[in-house]
């Protein structure tokens, strides 16, 4: 009997590492001052500073990039999901008022490409760079026969701080605040095995065809990043002036709006009052999808929302005009309810 070795089994543990030594400065390039020791260590070390901090509470999020992951790979576009998981994270943390610390990475495949896997880091990377969070620490795992030939999967785990009496839990929401909208760049981290049925095995496309009414490739249309609203909060935030936030990811308006409405309201969202990215309305066409449904499933333009009083309109409008954000006055919040969404269809 012949001696077996590892990679014969379909795991290589040479090219493993050879990629993760050619990413350790993309990681190290993400850590800030509370980092401490290096990359590969067994566990990640921070060490906070909660000097400005009078109560400070930790708030961790784990999430994934779903089947975007998918368009990626048969776009052979690998350095932007990364980023995109980012973001996402920071966002989920980001409604309960946060910000973030530090971050951690899993990647898994069937068989991990070193080019791939280094495109990937370099994508976190990039995002937590951009976020002033460490990318601290990460697992990578070969799993042949788990995952498909050219697949793989991207999760990360994310941790913030925000003051115990600055944390927002929807309980600041009152009868009569706004519903502010921050546009998004597409559809984000969510809907994608909606829009891939739609484009690819309905159609027959490929990621690198047009579909009527987008303005690049398809890949370009379902590839746009997932913003991250952070440094369009932060200062909102310091000066006390929202209420709420609700970040529009799996579930679109329907189900995470309720999640940050006290009882007894209602928001009134009014379509027609943004700008719907011709994405959204290729796929509605395309694939025959509801109204209904559309905005139960994605975004439809609107990565967040955003809940203040009237009163604070002026000032909210002038710090996201100045820093180059586009926002929309999309409904209001209503009293009598029962912490559902009403979506009022603009007239013909």
């Known amino acids: 009997m012949t001696e077996s070795r590892y990679a014969e089994a379909g795991v290589d543990i040479d090219a493993k590492a050879a990629a993760l030594s050619r990413a350790r400065e993309a990681i190290r390039s993400t850590f800030t001052a509370g980092v401490i020791g290096d990359v590969g260590g067994f566990g990640g070390l921070f060490r906070p500073d909660f000097s400005a901090?009078?109560?400070?509470?930790?708030?961790?999020?784990?999430?994934?990039?779903?089947?975007?992951?998918?368009?990626?790979?048969?776009?052979?576009?690998?350095?932007?999901?990364?980023?995109?998981?980012?973001?996402?994270?920071?966002?989920?943390?980001?409604v309960q008022g946060a910000r973030p610390l530090f971050f951690l990475d899993y990647v898994a495949a069937g068989r991990l490409e070193p080019d791939v896997l280094e495109a990937v880091i370099a994508g976190v990377a990039r995002g937590c760079r951009e976020n002033g969070t460490a990318l601290i620490g990460g697992e990578t795992a070969e799993m042949p026969g788990v995952y498909a030939p050219g697949d793989y999967d991207v999760?990360?785990?994310?941790?913030?701080?925000?003051?115990?009496?600055?944390?927002?839990?929807?309980?600041?929401?009152?009868?009569?605040?706004?519903?502010?909208?921050?546009?998004?760049?597409?559809?984000?981290?969510?809907?994608?095995?909606?829009?891939?049925?739609?484009f690819f095995d309905e159609l027959g496309l490929q990621p690198g065809d047009r579909a009527p009414g987008l303005r690049g490739t398809i890949a370009d249309a379902l590839l746009a990043p997932h913003l991250s609203y952070l440094r369009a909060l932060e200062p909102l935030l310091a000066q006390g002036l929202v209420h709420g936030m609700a970040h529009i990811t799996g579930g679109g308006f329907y189900d995470n709006i309720p999640r940050v409405l006290p009882e007894g309201l209602d928001v009134v969202i009014r379509s027609g009052s943004w700008e719907v990215l011709p994405v959204f309305e290729a796929i509605a066409r395309l694939g025959k999808v509801s109204f209904e449904e559309m905005h139960r499933v994605f975004n439809m333009g609107i990565g967040m929302v955003v809940f203040i009083s009237p009163a604070d309109l002026q000032r909210v409008a002038a710090a996201w005009t100045e820093s180059g954000w586009r926002w929309f006055a999309i409904g209001n919040v209503k009293a009598g309810g029962r912490r559902r969404v009403v979506i009022e269809q603009a007239s013909a």
């Open 53 to 94: 901090y009078r109560e400070p509470v930790l708030v961790a999020s784990t999430d994934g990039v779903g089947t975007k992951l998918k368009v990626a790979a048969a776009a052979g576009r690998h350095d932007t999901c990364g980023a995109d998981l980012v973001n996402h994270c920071v966002n989920d943390i980001l």
């Open 155 to 198: 999760a990360g785990t994310i941790v913030g701080v925000v003051d115990r009496e600055r944390i927002l839990d929807g309980s600041r929401i009152v009868a009569g605040d706004l519903a502010l909208g921050l546009a998004s760049a597409g559809l984000h981290t969510n809907g994608y095995s909606l829009a891939r049925k739609i």
